[in-house]
DNA sequence: TGCCAGGCCGGGT
DNA sequence: ACCCGGCATGGC
């Protein structure tokens, strides 16, 4: 790779799109909320089941905590896997209680440390905690999701298999570590997946034309 | 109309 | 240490 073949791919990303404005939610609890409801699942129907919450007056850990499993799982059903997810936001709310009662105070501290703590709420995995961390908490970690892989394979910077530290690691070393960078630049890869590199998608036009490209990966 | 979406977990090799 | 099925709605 290039000097930093990684920094080239951000810049190309930014100059093309411009800032992001990520994540969308308008507060730290609402961002987490998300994050557990976007696993494996589109955004639309996670909106649906946010504003669900907030209709209920249930976009809170304190009341998501106090809800019976199934009242939740009734409310957040747009989202898919609901049953799943109801016991996974029960999970997080009792996690944030337990570390002082709002997502803030519970993100608050040494990074890895925050971050071990997350990976050991339940339906918390590697990919959801880091979305927290950056998102919510203001961490300097770099997300890894499948638009992330996806990009990087078609264009020739991933063999596929790599395990979620390895990739991870690779963009934390290649690039300054920078809060503001590492929101902006998952929030490209996400663009530019969403635009040109989806699944049964091409990336034909996309703003990497000038990296190889294997549209079968 | 089937396949897919901003994963994670548990059980089986 | 991997690999796989289950979870489930809504959009294309």
């Known amino acids: 790779m290039a000097a930093n073949e990684l920094v080239e791919i951000y810049d190309a990303l930014a100059a093309a799109y411009g800032p992001r404005g990520w994540w969308p939610g308008d507060s730290p609890t609402e961002v987490a909320i998300g994050a557990v409801l ?41 989202a898919g896997t609901y049953r ?3 016991r996974r936001l029960k999970a997080l709310a009792a996690w944030v209680l337990a570390r002082g009662g ?16 997350l990976l050991e709420v339940a339906g918390i995995g590697e990919e959801t905690a880091d979305a927290i961390l950056l998102y919510a908490g203001g961490h300097a970690v770099f997300v890894v999701d499948a638009y992330t892989r996806r990009v990087l394979r078609r264009h020739g910077l991933l063999a596929g298999g790599e395990s979620y530290a390895a990739v991870q690691a690779r963009f934390e070393r290649a690039l300054p570590r920078d809060v503001r960078m590492f929101n902006e630049y998952h929030a490209l890869l996400v663009e530019v997946g969403k635009r040109h590199c989806r699944a049964a998608a091409r990336c034909a036009g996309c703003p990497l034309g000038h990296l190889p490209h294997d549209e079968t990966a």
């Open 38 to 78: 976007t696993q494996n699942t589109a955004w639309t129907n996670v909106e649906r089941a946010i504003s669900a919450l907030k209709a209920a007056d249930c976009l809170d850990f304190a009341r998501i905590a106090a809800l019976e499993e199934e009242a939740l799982g009734a409310i957040i059903r747009s």
């Open 84 to 86: 799943v997810k109801a």
């Open 102 to 117: 709002t997502i803030e105070a519970a993100l608050a501290g040494e990074t890895g440390a925050v971050r071990v703590a």
